[in-house]
């Protein structure tokens, strides 16, 4: 059974950074693609940044140039580093891993963004 569990999002202002972390459980962590989502009140959920086995990285175009996501795997664990946020960033962030035909998602952590 894997386990996911987000952490370290919270209040801040415009402008300002956030580091998130998603802990994972289980073996074989690294290789796995990891993936960042977010949904903010009242819309779908959306793909924020993904990062795979080797490193490779991807954003979503609202997000590039301000986020960065990495991953420890001798810690099982992957980070998204959220500079210069934005009021359009408030939304609930969540940490996900497809596993064959099963996705595991994390709790959520709350990031909110004050203009």
């Known amino acids: 059974q894997v386990q996911l569990v987000e952490s370290g999002g919270g209040l801040v202002q415009a402008g300002g950074s956030l580091r998130l972390s998603c802990a994972a459980s289980?073996?074989?962590?690294?290789?796995?693609?990891m993936r960042w989502h977010r949904q903010a009140p009242g819309k779908q959920r959306e793909l924020v940044a993904s990062?795979?086995?080797?490193?490779?990285?991807n954003y979503a175009d609202s997000v590039k140039g301000r986020f960065t996501i990495s991953r420890n795997n001798a810690k099982n664990t992957v980070y998204l580093q959220m500079n210069s946020l934005k009021p359009e960033d408030t939304a609930v962030y969540y940490c996900?891993?497809?596993?064959?035909?099963?996705?595991?998602w994390g709790q959520g952590t709350q990031v909110t963004v004050s203009s």
């Open positions: 996900n891993v497809d596993i064959l035909s099963s996705g595991y």
């Open positions: 289980g073996s074989m962590f690294s290789i796995y693609t």
């Open positions: 990062i795979s086995s080797g490193g490779s990285t």
